[in-house]
């Protein structure tokens, strides 16, 4: 790498290490800094290219964190590096596994990584080509792959989730797999359709404000355990240039979060997605703090889209 590229790549982990700072002391979250600086500099090789967002969720246990995900170079192996790096553990669970089945199976369009600034490295992102979004019932018999998935199947068909995926997450803290449907329900989901499906789960009664947003998402995903028969959560994500507009009140702290990002970029792109629960919803939005042309694969990470993908 030339003197100048390094230079390029040194400026750009400077600059995202000060937003994130900035972000998390607007939003009163603990800033381990020498923590976030162990990341960026294991992954950030090409952060001046990356896409770079950013996320904040309500609820017990995820107030008071700050998430930054973030693409990462296609030649790197996320996993061996975190693993090699003390950043995760391996073990013998099926999550140590996945990607590397995942990769053996499907083509591979790049991945990114999930940190929070208070609780460390969290997940793996991985980018299916546009061009090549694979089968669920392909992704279902990876050996490794939760079996709810696959005992979900006539559930995802029968609700109109999507044939295909597009991005997945593994998250090897809580041991859970998130599913990003490639192609979501046209015209979103009626409410009487969203109650239906959440109930055939157990999932807790959805809000007005849940069913308000399910007219108007662009994507769909679940999210599976190891130690659940069933889908344990369905996410619903919705894109816009000011969630102010959406039909629903953003939390106190949310709120806080859109009018920093909007202070310095007011034409920003946002993901703001619902999740079920079998004891409520909680609400996630992420916002971009570089856009690319991978957007549209990252916006679905929401639980988005990074590359969510939000």
């Known amino acids: 790498m030339s003197e100048a590229a390094v230079k390029s790549?040194?400026?750009?982990?400077q600059a995202l290490h000060s937003a994130i700072e900035e972000a998390a002391g607007i939003l009163e979250v603990d800033y381990p800094h020498d923590r976030v600086q162990r990341i960026l500099d294991l992954y950030g090789g090409d952060l001046a290219q990356a896409v770079v967002a950013f996320r904040v969720s309500t609820g017990a246990g995820r107030a008071g964190e700050l998430d930054c995900r973030f693409t990462v170079p296609q030649d790197t192996d996320p996993y061996d590096l975190a693993v090699g790096s003390g950043l995760l553990e391996k073990t013998d669970h099926p999550v140590s596994r996945l990607l590397g089945d995942i990769r053996g199976t499907c083509p591979i369009d790049g991945y990114g990584i999930d940190f929070g600034v208070v609780g460390g490295f969290k997940k793996i992102w991985i980018v299916l080509p546009r061009t090549g979004l694979q089968e669920v019932a392909k992704l279902a018999a990876i050996p490794s792959m939760p079996p709810s998935l696959g005992k979900s199947l006539d559930f995802i068909e029968r609700h109109g989730l999507g044939d295909t995926v597009g991005l997945l997450g593994i998250d090897y803290r809580h041991r859970t797999v998130n599913i990003y449907f490639g192609e979501p329900p046209e015209g979103g989901i009626a409410p009487e359709a969203l109650q239906a499906m959440l109930r055939e789960i157990d999932q807790a009664e959805p809000s007005e404000q849940m069913l308000r947003l399910g007219r108007e998402i662009f994507g769909v995903y679940v999210t599976l355990s190891w130690d659940n028969p069933r889908i344990e959560r369905i996410s619903?994500?919705?894109a816009t240039t000011d969630p102010a507009s959406l039909p629903v009140e953003l939390d106190e702290r949310i709120a806080l979060f859109v009018q920093h990002v909007r202070a310095a970029d007011p034409t920003t792109?946002?993901?703001?997605?619902?999740?079920?629960?079998?004891?409520?919803e909680y609400y996630k939005l992420q916002s971009y703090y570089r856009w690319g042309s991978g957007v549209p694969e990252i916006m679905q990470l929401s639980e988005g889209a990074l590359p969510d993908p939000v």
Request: glycine share 4%; aromatic share 16%; proline share 5%.
């Open 9 to 13: 790549q040194e400026s750009a982990a």
């Open 236 to 238: 619903f994500a919705v």
């Open 269 to 280: 792109k946002f993901v703001y997605a619902v999740a079920s629960q079998p004891d409520g």
